[in-house]
């Protein structure tokens, strides 16, 4: 079992309390600029600050997409000194170190107890023991359960790539949303809050929603589509962008800006934030996802807005006036 999340990052305690305090506070409403100058300030004063603000985004976002009713009614609930609570408990179960394997099954937060990981902003190549290739995109992980019957892949959360070996044992993936069984294939699953992407680049895959019944929908080479647990929509064609990030690469054909900073934010720590002025402007071009600096940079070049930098961990681009 890999480590990366067996102990999560080595963070007293009393700044991991710190930075779940921010983030409850955030919950609550945009912070006042006496607030958002003190955050900054604490953000900035340590890189313990920096990697735990980091952890706790993660877990943050893992707690969205959970069906735990704790989950549901500490982030959906009214503002309230409950909620607060109800949020400090479910985040602190992320930073925590008491979380064990044996408590996988039991407790809802099984990203942090993922197989495979990878951080955020980065990408992870894993050769599984069937000799399969497996590649995590920025802030994914996935469970590996390997028998003597099958072999099964579960993803938790975020993208992968994987290269499926052929042999005896049948195949499968799991997401969120449903179950997939390669034949022969090398395809791509990205897993979204309400959906789960399937882009086939070889082979063919079997495709069944939780709910589905009924036969499995084959999806064939050169296609993808998206399901949810009911049903899924009309494959399409490949589009250039399907499985571009394992090259490091953010490929945009026409895309909404707001699209496009919301995939070159999952590369990057802090808020990338979009002015709605500016959302609907047309980008196109291939971009490297590890200098999304250099990225911002050339959107004021070639498109007519400016980046504002409040810190290197809250940007947004606006219109230019």
């Not at 300030?41 to 893992?62: C, F, G, K, P, T």
């Amino acid at each position: 079992m890999n480590g990366a999340f067996n102990n999560p990052p080595d963070i007293a305690p009393g700044v991991a309390e710190q930075a779940v305090s921010w983030l409850v506070e955030m919950q609550d409403g945009a912070l006042n600029p006496r607030r958002q100058q003190a955050w900054e300030y604490w953000l900035q004063a340590h890189s313990e600050h920096q990697r735990a603000w980091e952890h706790i985004q993660r877990v943050n976002q893992r707690l969205r997409g959970l069906s735990s009713p704790l989950a549901h009614a500490a982030l959906n609930a009214p503002k309230s000194s409950s909620r607060r609570h109800a949020l400090k408990v479910l985040l602190s179960l992320g930073v925590g170190s008491a979380l064990t394997y044996g408590l996988r099954d039991q407790l809802p937060i099984t990203p942090l107890l993922a197989d495979y990981s990878s951080p955020l902003g980065q990408r992870r190549n894993v050769q599984l023991q069937d000799g399969s290739q497996l590649q995590l995109n920025t802030a994914s992980s996935v469970d590996v359960r390997f028998d003597a019957q099958r072999r099964v892949i579960r993803l938790l959360e975020g993208e992968m790539h994987l290269t499926a070996a052929q042999e005896n044992r049948p195949l499968q993936i799991l997401t969120a949303d449903g179950m997939l069984q390669p034949q022969g294939a090398r395809l791509n699953v990205r897993q979204f809050s309400n959906r789960t992407e399937l882009a086939v680049l070889d082979g063919r895959v079997a495709l069944t929603p939780t709910a589905h019944i009924g036969n499995p929908l084959w999806v064939q080479a050169h296609q993808q589509l998206s399901f949810n647990r009911q049903a899924w929509s009309p494959a399409h064609v490949l589009d250039a962008n399907s499985s571009a990030w394992t090259d490091g690469m953010l490929v945009a054909a026409h895309m909404r800006l707001e699209d496009f900073l919301a995939e070159l934010g999952r590369y990057r720590r802090g808020q990338l934030n979009c002015d709605l002025k500016a959302a609907e402007l047309l980008i196109s071009g291939t971009y490297p996802v590890n200098d999304s600096e250099r990225i911002l940079n050339m959107l004021e070049v070639s498109l007519p807005v400016r980046v504002k930098r409040l810190t290197r961990y809250w940007v947004t681009v606006e219109a230019r006036a």
